[in-house]
């Protein structure tokens, strides 16, 4: 049985991801379990997240596609640890977006927990299936396409 990660910070997410703010968009890895090809993480949304100024100022909502991008990121710390990618040499991009859905919006004060299972992840492709709570309510879920590239 391979071993089970918990509650990797973002410091820890940082040195596999290459983004950072504004668009680094996972707080922490709750849980991440290579082998089963699973990983959980979380967003805390805040009011003073940069897109609240123009989405919507009166009644501010989370643009669904950050909610896509954030679970991609997620499903792409897991690709990267999964292949072992060297990521100061490769990065995963994401590749296209199957069957997206939004049911719920997400607003200032909630904390989104995306659970994102791997379908197929080989040395530089992957496909995953993603699902976003808030309150233990489904909000988005989307199967999503990656991809490694090298950088350098």
């Not at 997410?13 to 707080?27: A, Q, S, T």
């Not at 049911?103 to 530089?124: A, C, H, M």
Request: net charge positive; no cysteine; charged share 25%.
């Amino acid at each position: 049985m391979g071993e089970v990660k918990k509650n990797l910070d973002v410091l820890e997410i940082m040195k596999v991801l290459p983004h950072r703010y504004p668009f680094l968009l996972v707080d922490r890895v709750l849980e991440l379990d290579i082998e089963n090809q699973y990983i959980k993480a979380l967003k805390n949304v805040t009011i003073n997240e940069p897109f609240f100024i123009g989405h919507f100022p009166h009644f501010p909502v989370m643009p669904g596609v950050l909610i896509i991008e954030a679970m991609a990121q997620i499903g792409a710390y897991m690709m990267s640890q999964k292949a072992n990618l060297d990521t100061s040499k490769y990065t995963v991009l994401f590749a296209g977006i199957e069957d997206a859905k939004f049911r719920k919006p997400v607003v200032p004060g909630d904390q989104i927990i995306f659970e994102v299972r791997g379908i197929s992840i080989k040395r530089n492709i992957g496909k995953i299936h993603g699902v976003a709570k808030v309150n233990n309510e489904v909000v988005t879920e989307a199967t999503l396409l990656a991809v490694a590239k090298k950088i350098v």
